[in-house]
């Protein structure tokens, strides 16, 4: 029974991810976080049917997330993560997943087709909200790894950070700061570079980086660069969308300059890194092209765009996994 226990809690999973990212989308953490409720006041707030909020809460009490005290309801530690006040908070990303439901919902035609048949709007025509959830989950996800690369990769020698699809420069920021005598350019489209000149200024870091609009699926990247950034890029795009960035990179680079790619980095079974396996899924139903990519497959490409010393550096669990690819002295 056990193992059938099992299967059969894992099947029904979805419907505790449905709760939290429903009391997500309702912003009921940021509220409970704000000051204790009851849940006739939480209902008329938020214009919920009280039962149904009741229902709601409870759940939310046994998942760890909310208290209950004297008939009032606020966050718990954990549940205080949720919430938009929280200096650490991780609202944006799960937000960010909301919008992966209806993604997922369609993962059975998706694998008989090939492709999500839902017809998908860029993430550019969603509304300025959507694109600064996607922006906001972004930094939550990759703050503290941002670091963690950094201080993994000797970068002293750079002069120059090209940081391409750099979204609020959380990478940017953590190069610059191991790397003092650093220059960065970020490179986004031209309605991410506020989110981006808004963070790093309270990085107090603006003086060190050139904000770049553009899109690099159509323009050409900033030159002159001797260290160039590919973060969680690769895996949205198709094998032949990525020949094309790399070209583009190596034209951007100074002859000997360096480029790395941060993303899951498959073994030849497709099996590691798991999340590496199941992101695979998530790229089928969210892009067009967009796929988990072997070594192997990520070093055939950087080579027919000219690259040599091509090595993976880093492998991990966690989209960590670093290859680093250069640009041949002489060209």
Known sequence: MKQQDGILADARGFMKSRVILTAAELDLFTLLHERKADARDLAKEKDLDPRAAVRLLASLVTFGLVEIENGRYGVTEKGALLSSRHPESVLPMVLHQTALWESW????????????PAERKPLTERGDGTLKAFIGAMHVVGRELAQEIADSYDASSCKRFLDIGGGSGTYTIAFLKKNPKMRGVLFDLEKVIPLAEERLGSEGLLDRVELAAGNFYRDELPGGCDLALLSAIIHQNSPDENLVLYRKVHRALVPGGAMLIRDHIMNES???????????????????????YTFREVRESLEEAGFVGISLVRSGERMDCLVEARKPKGR
């Open 105 to 116: 919902s369609h993962l059975t035609e998706s694998l008989k087709e090939g492709r999500n």
């Open 270 to 292: 497709r099996t590691r890194p798991p999340a590496g396996a199941l992101f695979a899924l998530n790229m089928l139903v969210a892009t067009n092209g967009g796929d988990t």
